[in-house]
């Protein structure tokens, strides 16, 4: 079984600073990991995902990822934050092409 | 190129009522899945069809049931509707593991 734990459900952050988000997996084989975004009363948009090869992986937006398989984890993070990025984002881990199990998300707030 | 569209966009409906909700995948997308979100979650896997086929099936009872039409259209069936099946049902469509959301459809159950 696969389950995701995204620590922090809300994360604020001052425009031009750093975002991070944290996003810890388990799953019982190499899983393949997935970032997305919601923004209110929309659907979810891929950010990022990571398949095999090269962990650390780009995105849109200026967000990347990186792939560590000693900790289990896959952290977001973009280096200069945006108005335009407030919004809830996902984790999601799926073991095949099959279903994706989310973690539970967290809210991004940006300061002007 | 047309993304993942799904009908209606906002439902109302009374506990003990059934409902249809519609999807129609991404121009050359195979594989449906659809999920449902409730208020301050994150998605739940419902089930996926591929070849008008149920695939694999999540934790959800028999009240939840789907069809996958030749065309690869998709459709959800809630019977016997509980206030808790209120919810944003989306759905998702793919040709490999990367998969599209639609906008979803926002069922409230009164």
């Known amino acids: 079984a696969q389950s995701v734990t995204q620590l922090g459900s809300h994360v604020s952050v001052s425009e031009g600073a750093l975002v991070l988000l944290r996003c810890n997996y388990s799953?019982?084989?190499?899983?393949?990991l997935f970032w997305y975004v919601q923004y209110p009363n929309q659907g979810l948009q891929l950010l990022l995902k990571?398949?095999?090869?090269?962990?650390l992986v780009k995105g849109i937006n200026g967000f990347e990822a990186e792939f560590k398989k000693s900790e289990t984890s896959f952290h977001l993070t973009k280096p200069s934050a945006h108005m335009s990025d407030a919004a809830e984002y996902f984790c999601?881990?799926?073991?095949?092409?099959?279903?994706?199990?989310f973690g539970a998300g967290t809210t991004v707030t940006v300061r002007a | 190129d047309a993304g993942v569209t799904q009908s209606p966009t906002h439902l109302i409906k009374t506990r003990g009522q059934q409902v249809t909700l519609r999807c129609s995948p991404k121009s050359g997308h195979d594989t449906v899945s659809w999920y449902q979100q409730a208020l301050g979650q994150g998605p739940q896997f419902i089930f996926q069809y591929y070849e008008e086929e149920e695939r694999q099936r999540g934790n959800f009872p028999d009240r939840f049931s789907g069809h996958q039409f030749p065309n690869y259209s998709s459709e959800l069936n809630v019977n016997a509707l509980l206030l808790g099946d209120s919810a944003l049902y989306l759905c998702a469509s793919s040709a490999d593991v990367e998969q599209y959301f639609g906008p979803g459809t926002r069922l409230t159950v009164t």
């Open positions: 799953s019982s084989v190499p899983p393949y």
């Open positions: 990571y398949t095999t090869g090269a962990t």
């Open positions: 999601a881990v799926s073991p095949n092409d099959y279903k994706l199990s």
